[in-house]
């Protein structure tokens, strides 16, 4: 950890919508859990995630812990943006950052998509309008991203972003009934700002505050 930065800043909250390209992100509300439910509903959406297809009820809650964390104030929490695209203001997938709880210079990255909207670019826009606030508002130094070795739609997604595969871990983890293979994917800073064509900040965090 470079010494010339506080220990555990706090960033400032986005502005909202954040738009890019075309999409744009905002806190999940209470009345998106409609939308939210009818793509994590779906068994081909969910085949990869933690969880099973949601029922409405498990939706209601995920919907109700997403809406109660809504920026971030400390390490460790999870930021889950939902995705507009186009006129509409429905919900049509979600991009969450996770702030790591060891290193404030670290996130990662998770996303899901409506299945009506997958294979149009759509979730490559958000997340790259989610890397964006990563490293330029955030000031992240790294951005990792963990798929089911069998997922080949997440895996093309972090390798168009730029995305570096880094480790396959072989049945490293327990879901839905069997060990599952894991690849690691990251980008740093330097390599998105590269990606990007202009520089990014070193820091814009405006307030901090010390932990030991
Ligand atoms: C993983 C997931 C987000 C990928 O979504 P996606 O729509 O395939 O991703 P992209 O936005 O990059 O779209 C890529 C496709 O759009 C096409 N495309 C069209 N216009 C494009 C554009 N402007 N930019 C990029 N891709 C574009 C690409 O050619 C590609 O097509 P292909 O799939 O036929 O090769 C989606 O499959 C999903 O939500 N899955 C379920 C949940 C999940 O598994 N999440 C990940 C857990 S680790």
């Known amino acids: 950890m470079p010494s010339d930065v506080p220990d555990i800043p706090v960033p400032a ?3 909202y919508p954040y738009k890019a390209d075309g999409v744009r992100l905002r806190p999940i509300l209470p009345a998106d859990v409609r939308a939210v439910n009818a793509y994590r509903s779906l068994p081909e959406v969910a085949r990869y995630l933690p969880h099973p297809p949601q029922a409405m009820a498990d939706t209601e809650l995920s919907v109700s812990a997403m809406v109660s964390q809504q920026n971030f104030t400390t390490p460790g929490q999870w930021l889950d943006l939902a995705v507009e695209h186009g006129p509409s203001a429905e919900v049509v997938g979600e991009v969450v950052l996770k702030w790591d709880a060891e290193n404030w210079q670290r996130g990662e990255i998770g996303f899901v998509f409506s299945s009506d909207v997958q ?11 989610a890397l964006d ?14 798929c089911d070795a069998r997922n080949n739609k997440s895996a093309a997604l972090m390798t168009r972003l730029g995305m570096r595969l880094e480790a396959t ?15 690691h ?4 800073k330097r390599e998105w700002s590269l990606l990007r064509g202009h520089d990014l900040p070193n820091t814009t965090y405006r307030t901090q505050h010390a932990k030991k």
């Open 13 to 15: 909250q986005p502005a």
């Open 119 to 129: 294979g149009q670019g759509v979730a490559f826009a958000a997340c790259t309008a």
């Open 133 to 146: 606030m990563a490293f330029e508002h955030f000031s992240w130094h790294r951005v990792e991203g963990i």
């Open 169 to 183: 871990f072989v049945e490293a983890d327990w879901s839905k009934g069997e060990w599952i293979t894991l690849r």
């Open 185 to 188: 994917y990251a980008i740093l």
